[in-house]
């Protein structure tokens, strides 16, 4: 008889490795391990402590979440319907120059604590006091690439500042917390960090062995303000002075040319689509369809509940997808199952993770979802994959594994007090509206 730690039975399984599924299916967890996928005929006779009578649920990867700034969950519904411009230079900057530790880790605490709701297991991050989201994500019990950001505008001495605090996080969270903690650089942008202090970043992460997550092409006016500048655009520049030679991160890509996505898809550049944000900022559609025929890996992002509302993947993935239904004026772009893999595999891949999460297969880490398909939205049940992105929401969610533990079972938490948790983002979030700079 073979021993485990957690068994999962009676669900069906959408192991994202192939588009098939399992019916009647079992995972057995032994560590932090996937230690069996499969029928529950050909399970054998596996014996757990903790058993979970998963019947009538689907069972998939934990959701990944590859763009955020998690600690910004506290500026939710803060600036709405405003240019982006407007919205980080009147509302945005000016709250977070007031911004203390304790209110990041107020609102990356509320942030954590949503996504574990919502089924997204995995997310990526970049925001100042990131040791602040590190000590949330500590907590809460989710696996993340952090990264201190880097915003130089124009003040030298204040970008060299924040380069090398952003390496000291870096080399003090590496594989921190079990190994749920990864890190990254992260430049804000092109147009906020000068060529110099780019490339420096860039060194800085190879020598580390590190990715760099930054947001790129995000919105036309600074587009245009940049092509002033050097001539030519965001992606042709990063690619002169060699800042995609590594593994990279780039949210957003919606101004792109037909040779930026060349150079994107020739450099290998991971491109993160977050069709939320982009249209409540009226920003554009970033063409995902002529992305992935040119080879790109394009996984997807929230952006941070300032500019989003929530942090739901579900939500997310629905209105990618629908979203490039409606640019290319094709219901064929972008099935379910891809949609999917978007959120999954590829978004494995574009953290550098993909041995280790995004499908559900013997050997990789146990981060595993449980959706109840029970509930009246996904009831019939004629297709598994289209129920998952056009009729499910975050509250779906029943149970949600990582690393081997059970986070949340049957909805009630075992890492983190909820009602704690919103207690003090109520606080912390009433408090900074009035304070002074
Ligand atoms: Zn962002």
């Given at each position: 008889m073979e021993e485990a730690d957690i068994l999962i039975t009676g669900c069906t399984i959408?192991?994202?490795?192939?588009k098939m599924t399992i019916q009647d299916g079992v995972i057995a967890v032994k560590d932090n391990k996937i230690v069996f996928v499969g029928k529950r005929s050909s399970a054998g006779n596996i014996h757990a402590e903790k058993k979970i009578d998963a019947r009538g649920k689907v069972a998939l990867p934990g959701l990944v979440n590859c763009h955020t700034h998690v600690a910004m969950t506290l500026f939710r519904g803060i600036a709405e319907d405003k240019p982006l411009n407007v919205w980080l230079r009147r509302h945005i900057w000016p709250l977070e120059a007031k911004l203390k530790k304790e209110d990041a880790y107020a609102g990356a605490l509320l942030g954590c604590l949503e996504m574990l709701k919502n089924g997204i297991t995995c997310f990526a991050d970049m925001y100042f006091c990131e040791d602040m989201v590190a000590k949330a994500v500590s907590e809460s019990g989710l696996r993340a690439v952090l990264a201190e950001g880097i915003i130089e505008a124009g003040n030298k001495t204040k970008g060299e500042q924040m380069l090398s605090k952003s390496i000291e996080f870096a080399k003090k969270f590496y594989g921190n917390t079990n190994g749920r903690i990864y890190v990254m650089l992260a430049p804000h942008a092109a147009y906020s960090c000068s060529p110099e202090l780019l490339q420096k970043i860039r060194e800085n992460a190879s020598k580390l062995e590190i990715g760099v997550h930054i947001h790129l092409a995000e919105s036309a006016e600074m587009f245009k303000e940049l092509e002033a500048n050097y001539g030519c655009s965001e992606v042709e520049f990063l690619d002169k002075i060699g800042f995609f030679e590594g593994h990279t991160l780039a949210a957003h890509c919606i101004n792109l040319s037909d040779m930026d996505r060349r150079i994107l898809a020739g450099r290998g550049v991971n491109v993160v689509y977050v069709p939320v944000s982009n249209m409540k900022l009226g920003l554009g559609i970033a063409r995902i369809k002529e992305l992935i025929e040119l080879g790109v890996n394009v996984a997807m992002g929230t952006d941070s509940p300032a500019s989003n509302n929530v942090l739901d993947m579900f939500e997310t993935m629905k209105f990618g997808t629908l979203l490039q239904k409606l640019a290319y004026m094709n219901?064929?772009?972008?099935p379910a199952y891809e949609t999917l893999k978007m959120a999954t595999v590829n978004g494995a891949k574009a953290l550098g993770l993909e041995r280790s999460i995004g499908t559900l297969e013997t050997g990789k880490k146990a981060d595993v979802i449980l959706v109840d398909f029970s509930k009246p939205n996904l009831k019939p049940l004629h297709d598994v994959y289209a129920n998952i992105i056009y009729a499910c929401h975050g509250g779906d969610v029943d149970t949600v594994v990582v690393d081997g533990k059970i986070l949340m079972e049957q909805r009630q938490l075992?890492?983190?007090n909820e009602r704690a948790v919103i207690e003090k983002a109520e606080r912390h979030a009433a408090n900074l509206l009035p304070r002074k700079p």
């Open positions: 959408l192991p994202m490795s192939s219901p064929e772009v972008l075992n890492t983190l």
